[in-house]
């Protein structure tokens, strides 16, 4: 599978964006998708990741109750919903791809997409 991101912007804090991700190639539904996020100097981090069915899906607590993730898999697209936006989200968003348990380590992820950068202003 291939993933390409896109919805990035720059915001104020406060306003929403949704990121959508868009897969080509076939059996999207087998893989668990994620999000994770990254800024310079700093390791990719965990922001979201949800089940090959969307039956379940999990979230870092720096963004429990404000972020949403969800699939359509027979569009091949998983999006995030990103509500009440910091300065401290400010990141390159990426989408990523997994054929076994996901979960919240990018070292469990098969395929990543390009990034696209989510700047939030105070």
């Known amino acids: 599978v291939q993933l390409q991101a896109s919805g990035g912007g720059l915001v104020q804090a406060g306003a929403s964006l949704r990121l959508s991700c868009a897969a080509s190639g076939r059996a999207f539904s087998n893989y668990v998708m994620g999000w994770f996020r990254q800024t310079p100097g700093k390791e990719r981090e965990f922001v979201a990741a949800?089940?090959?069915?969307?039956?379940?899906?999990d979230y870092a607590d720096s963004v429990k109750g404000r972020f949403t993730i969800s699939r359509d898999n027979a569009r091949n697209m998983v999006y995030l919903q990103m509500n009440t936006l910091k300065p401290e989200d400010t990141a390159v968003y990426y989408c990523?791809?997994?054929?076994?348990?996901?979960?919240?380590?990018?070292?469990?992820?098969?395929?990543w997409g390009q990034g696209t950068l989510v700047t939030v202003s105070s």
């Open positions: 990523a791809a997994s054929l076994y348990t996901g979960r919240r380590q990018p070292t469990g992820y098969d395929t």
């Open positions: 949800i089940s090959r069915n969307s039956g379940l899906s």
